[in-house]
């Protein structure tokens, strides 16, 4: 049992990779909880965080899926520039993607027991409550913070605040099942953490720039498993002067799908809403033994079955490779071009990464 008082700001109680189990929105409603959206959620120890989430039909939920709904692996989509939007605009997949999320930030902070003045979500939720007061409890009541500083929806206005206990015993490989609160007892989530990824190793990276331009992403390593998301660009050129990235950033609360028809117009399906879409990018994998990031979940499904980046063992369909700098704090990955394109390279500083774990750099 960890004592309560090491829990404060300790993200190390929940480092590792969560798979969601259902999610009950509102709490209670447990007939009609949702069971089927796939939810990956990597947390790292110095608090950086990425989370996926894909429905039931999206073609990004897997390479079966993606080959099934006609996409095939293109490492040139890691550029984030809308390449093949016209061929999803004629699949009727938009929907769906409309209803993928995607988010990730640099800091995830934890306090001891139910800290919202409010109490609701212990007050309310039973289970919690039962959970929580149990003896020998491996991850004791806490409050969790989760600022977004990027998000494939418009942002919500707000930090995502969930009070969590475990809700099984830590088994020695490291899984464990948690159960999350909203701090307004709206919702419920369960969740697993996955065998092998709680003791790491672990790597936690935050992007400086694209091409010395801004822009915010967040990669994350635990265990074998990495996730990385980039947002969408700070500037983004435009014929008429206006900058629907930053557009879509002030259409706080709203859906993804609102929030584009806000910008581009309410003219139903078009190549420049999926491509404004497909300016995000949110990707999960697992790194496998011969050392081959294999991307394996994907808002853009035409990543999926890709390698993120280069390894000694494979190159075909690899987005990228590598490289050193002269600061050993900041490597620089360069993106596959389609021909004729100038190099594009964002510039990645590590934040955190385990004794003995190494980046699969380039060697010149």
Known sequence: MVAESGIK????????????????????????????????????????????????????????????????????????????????????????FMKQKSFAGRRLQISPGDTKTSGDALAKDKILHGLASGPDVAIPLCTCFWKRDIDYQPPSGGLDVGVCVSSSPLESDGKIELRETGDDASYAEGWRRLAGTSEGPFAALELLDENDEPRKGYWAVAGNRFAYAVGRPDEFPAADGMNPDTAIQKCVGMSLRIALDSVLGSDGINTNKISLAWNYIGVAGTITENSQWIIGHSINPNLVGCELVQSKNGEKNACSYLRRTADQNVIEQVLIQRKNSIEKVRRWKIIEMSDGFEMPLRSS
């Open 9 to 96: 700001d300790n993200c190390r109680l929940v480092a590792g990779v969560w798979e969601r189990m259902w999610e009950e929105e509102p709490l209670g409603d447990s007939e009609g909880a949702d069971r089927d959206t796939f939810v990956l959620w990597t947390q790292t120890p110095c608090g950086l965080f990425v989370d996926i989430r894909l429905p039931k039909a999206s073609p990004g939920l897997s390479l079966e899926a993606a080959d099934e709904a006609g996409y095939a692996p293109n490492p040139k989509s890691i550029n984030a520039d809308g390449f093949g939007a016209s061929i999803i605009a004629s699949q009727g997949h938009f929907d769906v």
